[in-house]
């Protein structure tokens, strides 16, 4: 269960701002429930933890389990959308440490997410002498950064397999039909998992393209898609007392009408990292656009209290804090009795690590909410599978309903293709010669 904790905002914006919002609100829902706002045809992710194709999910299983069973290793190629979510999921459930960890399933690299050949190069020396098979994850199929990653990495399983090997140990995850990816697969037999036409890259954690990668490192995808559905009835209902993801949504709109414009998400669990960068691009892709929208920032406490600590309690007051706080540790470690007290603890000894970290997290939230920063406080159950299916969905849905009150078409990224264009244009790609010529030009390049 996802529980909001807005006490700590209450000062920075006195009103009874729900009920003032509370007609937008209703008109948001609609428009995902029913598909009928901007972007209306990308909001199959809204039914979708009841309504996903069971077949598909048995053979991600199956796939999964040959994943386990021939490989040491899987290569993850994938972008954006195409590898947040599921990065975000193994790293919060299995941990950020988890190629180091003793294990019966494979190490996971995720690679194709930018364009280093360092990184790249360092993944191929790692895959020597390793048993390994490629998922390649690309909705568009036509993404440069993991097309490029794959043409690597297929011709190193090409040449340590032989094609047909090499075809059986390639998992490609796209659009049902178009694409340069989808193209390659069936030309090439891969096996494909497809990213439905109605659910765009961010929302797409809960398909093939998150679900494989972590079902490969053990992860119960059953219990992720049941909390999911559990959210999903939660946050179908239209009272603002019972629905989270509407208090959510209307706070944060409230602190951005009143000129807090950047948004930090916090948790003070280091696993929760990159949950909070796929969460990142949820809500910059979905809202950043128009000139308008909060800007997405996180942090990890309590290390970054001792870095970016100081700005949030007395920079600039254009930001508010949002923090996640689980519920109790899986193994609490309580701090041991030092007879010789030589470094004066022994005030916490008998104390677990939890109870340290509940007065770091009060003390902060008092501070901070003093310095002039509004506390949005989400309380959820034990780190599981369950509860992050919940908080994935519950980020979902809010950021649907954030978008439509930001009159912002929350499913489209338009402003992603200008970087794009360019670097097509300066790489020489057919077609784009007459930009080339422009863009030498302001770069002085002759
Ligand atoms: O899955 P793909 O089509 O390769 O897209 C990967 C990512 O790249 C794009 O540029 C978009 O901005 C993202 O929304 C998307 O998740």
Sequence with gaps: MIQMDLSHIRQFIPLPYEEARAAQLRLAHSHLQHGDGAGGEFTGWVQL????????FARIQAAARKIQQDSQALVVIGIGGSYLGAR???????????????????????????LSSDQMAELMDLLEGVDFSVNVISKSGTTTEPAVAFRFFRKLLEERYGPEEAARRIYATTDRRKGALKALADQAGY?????????????????????????????????????????MEVCAKTDMAENPAWQYAAARYELYRTGKKIEVLAAYEPSFRFMAEWWKQLYGESEGKEHKGLFPASVEFTADLHSMGQYIQQGERSLFETVVRFGASHRPQVVPLDETDGDGLNFLAGKDVDFIRTQAMDGTLLAHVEGGVPNIILRTGQINAFTLGELIYFFEYACGLSGYLLDVNPFDQPGVEAYKKNMFALLGKPGYEALRQELAEKLHRA
């Design 49 to 56: 933890p009841r309504q996903y194709d069971r077949e598909e």
């Design 88 to 114: 975000g999921v193994i790293e919060c459930l299995c941990s950020p440490n988890y190629n180091l960890k003793k294990k019966d399933t494979p190490n996971i690299y995720f690679t194709g997410n930018g």
């Design 191 to 231: 096996e494909t998992f497809v990213v439905p036409d109605d659910i765009g890259g961010r929302y797409s954690v809960l398909t093939a393209v998150g679900l494989l990668p972590i079902a490969v490192a053990g992860v119960d995808i059953c219990q992720l898609m049941e909390g999911a559905e559990t959210m």
